[in-house]
């Protein structure tokens, strides 16, 4: 059983638009969450962290938890081409290791 | 400050041999994970070292193996290489316990 699921996509949205990114976990120990960037061919890059139930805003990015309901968002405000990329969401509790979606990969038309 | 170092970038191995892989956190991290990502099967966790001692494991065979030097420095290391070992190992650090991680370029590894 997958322990942190994402819509593998792809998603595709126009220049300008906001793209929207979900993810669920199904660990309630979870205490750490974060968004990373994958280009093609590149390592993961960390975008965003959120600890707390909320929204999380960085720019043109916003993170939302919901404990409650085991799901992180990532909304991606006025999109641009460059942010066609795979995102992955990944979930931590305590000393345990990170665990990883599978990646939605999204790509921003011009 | 410099970031996540792995040495080498690029491998190519035969079916059999074995294989050293290094990391080398951001200074001050004293947590090194190591991750296997292949087109199918995504990012899957291999092994997590903090102050020279494994903490987690995940679901790899014990060719897969590991060690992490009182610099922080992590090595990793595959023996009998096989075909399905081809994949880019990657390398993450962090302070520890659920912070944030960050990742090296990654070491690209083909068994042929």
């Known amino acids: 059983q997958k322990e942190v699921e994402q819509n593998s996509g792809p998603l595709s949205v126009p220049e300008g638009a906001i793209a929207s990114l979900n993810c669920t976990y199904s660990d309630r120990g979870s205490q750490s969450f974060f968004w990373y960037r994958q280009y093609s061919g590149k390592s993961p890059e960390l975008i965003m962290s959120i600890y707390s139930n909320g929204d999380k805003e960085d720019g043109r990015f916003t993170a939302q938890l919901n404990k409650a309901s085991q799901y992180v968002s990532l909304l991606i405000r006025d999109s641009q081409p460059s942010d066609s990329a795979t995102y992955l969401c990944a979930a931590q509790s305590g000393g345990n290791d990170m665990r990883f979606g599978a990646g939605t990969r999204l790509t921003v038309k011009p | 400050k410099a970031g996540v170092t792995q040495t080498p970038r690029y491998l190519i191995k035969t079916r059999g041999q074995q294989v050293t892989l290094s990391c080398s956190p951001i200074?001050?991290?004293?947590?090194v994970s190591w991750y296997q990502q292949t087109p199918g099967q995504g990012l899957q966790f291999l092994f997590e070292?903090?102050?020279?001692?494994?903490?987690n494991k995940g679901n790899f065979p014990g060719r897969f193996s590991g060690r992490q030097f009182s610099n922080s420095r992590s090595e990793m290391n595959v023996s009998t290489l096989e075909l399905g070992d081809s994949a880019l190992y990657l390398c993450?650090?962090?302070?520890?316990?659920?912070?944030?991680?960050?990742f090296g370029q990654g070491t690209r590894l083909t068994v042929v």
């Open positions: 993450a650090s962090s302070m520890g316990g659920a912070t944030e991680a960050f």
């Open positions: 070292y903090f102050s020279e001692t494994q903490r």
């Open positions: 200074s001050g991290h004293r947590s």
